[in-house]
């Protein structure tokens, strides 16, 4: 996924927090946002995008639960039936399941 804007500024300042709380080293931003983005083919453009964190507590700092949130809210407000899905993309999950219990 491409992100520009805003959103990837906001995924760089948490990667560079992340970064820090793990090695103790701070990285500067990058000196400019911009880039060649031709070529590159855009799956949805002008939708608005938000950030869920989890972090656990450590060091004396709160933990961060962002996503568990998000999913109460999400099962609070559904009315007839609820669909999320949180995988990460980097893990390779073999061949797709193509029953479930609900077949």
Not at 19 to 44: C, I, M, N, Q
């Amino acid at each position: 996924m491409a992100v520009t804007g805003p959103v990837a500024a906001a995924l760089g300042d948490l990667a560079r927090d992340r970064w820090r709380r793990a090695t103790g080293e701070r990285l500067s931003a990058p000196r400019s946002a911009g880039g060649d983005w031709r070529g590159v083919a855009f799956d949805v453009k002008g939708v608005e995008m938000a950030i869920a964190r989890t972090r656990p507590a450590a060091l004396g700092e709160e933990g961060v639960r962002e996503v568990e949130q998000l999913y109460l809210d999400a099962i609070a407000a559904a009315q007839d039936w609820i669909y999320i899905e949180n995988l990460p993309s980097h893990i390779d999950w073999g061949p797709p399941v193509t029953s479930s219990a609900f077949d």
